[in-house]
């Protein structure tokens, strides 16, 4: 599994970084990033999801392998 | 309270008022029952209005920048004047603003209210909760929005800019002036806004002189590209945090204590299982949203079937579309352990609270302050509650029993 943000829809609401700290980060605006590229191991697989879930702006993109 | 002799709003549908008694004191059955009529309703009050209802139509407009403007973002009787700065400014950047400035006004704030940097002030926050509560322990009544809630962001909104903490009972009366004082005529508005002009003016001109670390001096020493900002931009950052930082949150924390003091089973399993306080304060901002916005309609023009008006305002409620039953299961039911919960209540799209992370810090630890302090609340006398009035809905007086049983 991979997670990614689209910047476009990103507005900083904060839910992935808090649901998901091992696979978001927040950035110096306190917009999301993901920490590294992006691969999910498989015991954040649902943390990822719930982040996708929770996010208000539907900016988590998730790659199932 | 309004000033104004008002006619009772005879439905809500074709003459909605926000001010009205009955949607001060529970307007959840309001917006259900006009979600499935309408969704969208209208009044001729405030110069003419609509109100989306459903989660999809509040989404929709908060990302719609091209039709509507956040020229203000308060409704009331009178549309800004010629004086006023225009769009894409307006008068408290970036909250006001459209793009293309609001990119760049919102930026220039953005780094100051980053998680990382809010981390900060939380140690700041429970210093301040403690003091507040200490003298309550072992007692055996308390008003938690008046003793305690209500306190809280005053003293943090104090700190960042560098004002007086004792200036506090200033600020809440300017909030008043500027959230609840709606239904005033435009010309007494005006009048009961100079004070707070006197005041950020001496707030400013202190600052000029004798320079701090605090985001007063950070707003007078910042730049867009390579200009100062104007004085109207400092002035209008400066009110906006005292207005969008205070009462929301005082409604938040307030809102949410009012919950719990119902639900000792709640305030049990929190105590219990303490990892549950971030996703139980998710779902009281979802079910108890304190802030609901506002839009100016740009040009006249049908949407979603309603004709709109240039200048009609758009009362953009994100607490009706938190309880849309489209969006989320049983939505009238407060469940702290709900896992999808993908709210709206720090708004959706380029004007997301700046403030948000700061908001849910000084919830959660106000909240955790307070459990850890008493075994047991209840609300002394359901009838008692108060609840304000305008676009910040939450409790101004919150009497509790405190005991054990």
């Not at chain 2, 499935?36 to 209208?42: E, K, L, N, Y």
């Not at chain 2, 906006?240 to 399993?269: F, K, M, Y």
């Not at chain 2, 630890?365 to 459990?371: P, W």
């Amino acid at each position: 599994m991979k997670v990614n943000i689209d910047s476009e829809k990103c507005q900083g609401h904060g839910r992935c970084f808090s649901l998901a700290p091992a696979l978001f980060d927040s950035d110096d605006l306190g917009q999301g990033v993901v920490i590294g590229d992006g691969d999910v191991s498989p015991d954040q697989e649902e943390n990822a999801r719930l982040a996708q879930e929770n996010c208000p702006e539907y900016a988590i993109e998730i790659e199932e392998s | 309270m309004s000033t104004t002799d008002k006619a009772p709003v005879q439905d809500f549908a074709t003459d909605f008022d926000h001010t009205d008694p009955s949607w001060v004191k529970d307007p959840y059955p309001i917006w259900d029952d006009l979600r499935q009529r309408c969704p969208i309703a209208h009044t001729d009050r405030y110069g003419g209005a609509w109100l989306p209802t459903r989660h999809e139509d509040v989404a929709a407009i908060a990302h719609d920048t091209d039709h509507f403007t956040s020229w203000t973002v308060v409704v009331g009787n009178g549309r800004p004047g010629e004086d006023a700065l225009p769009p894409p400014i307006g008068v408290a950047p970036p909250i006001t603003s459209d793009p293309p400035f609001h990119a760049m006004a919102r930026r220039l704030l953005q780094p100051v209210f980053a998680p990382k940097q809010i981390d900060l002030y939380e140690s700041y926050v429970r210093e301040l909760c403690g003091k507040l509560l200490d003298p309550f322990v072992g007692g055996s009544a308390i008003d938690a929005s008046l003793d305690y809630a209500e306190h809280i962001p005053v003293g943090v909104i104090a700190k960042m800019l560098g004002f007086p903490e004792e200036d506090g009972e200033i600020f809440r009366g300017f909030v008043h002036t500027i959230l609840e004082a709606v239904d005033k005529e435009p010309e007494e508005r005006i009048e009961d806004f100079q004070p707070v002009i006197d005041y950020f003016t001496a707030r400013i001109e202190e600052h000029r002189e004798n320079p701090q670390d605090d985001l007063t001096t950070f707003l007078l020493e910042a730049k867009l590209g390579d200009m100062e900002l104007a004085p109207e931009h400092v002035f209008g950052s400066m009110l906006l945090l005292i207005v969008a930082g205070i009462d929301t949150t005082w409604s938040a924390i307030g809102s949410s204590i009012w919950h719990l003091a119902q639900h000792p089973e709640e305030v049990a399993r929190l105590k219990s299982e303490p990892g549950l306080l971030d996703t139980a304060i998710e779902e009281f901002l979802r079910a108890y949203s304190p802030v609901t916005m506002a839009r100016l309609v740009k040009e006249d023009m049908d949407y979603a079937g309603c004709p709109m008006k240039k200048d009609d305002w758009i009362l953009l409620s994100f607490p009706a579309a938190n309880r849309d039953p489209e969006m989320f299961e049983n939505p009238d039911e407060v469940i702290i352990d709900r896992k999808v919960n993908r709210h709206a209540a720090f708004g959706l799209g380029i004007h997301r609270c700046l403030g948000s992370n700061l908001a849910r810090m000084e919830m959660r630890v106000a909240l955790e302050e307070f459990l850890a302090r008493f075994d047991s609340f209840s609300l002394a006398d359901p009838d008692a509650v108060t609840w304000s009035q305008g676009q910040v809905r939450g409790p101004r007086s919150l009497p509790l029993t405190l005991g054990n049983f």
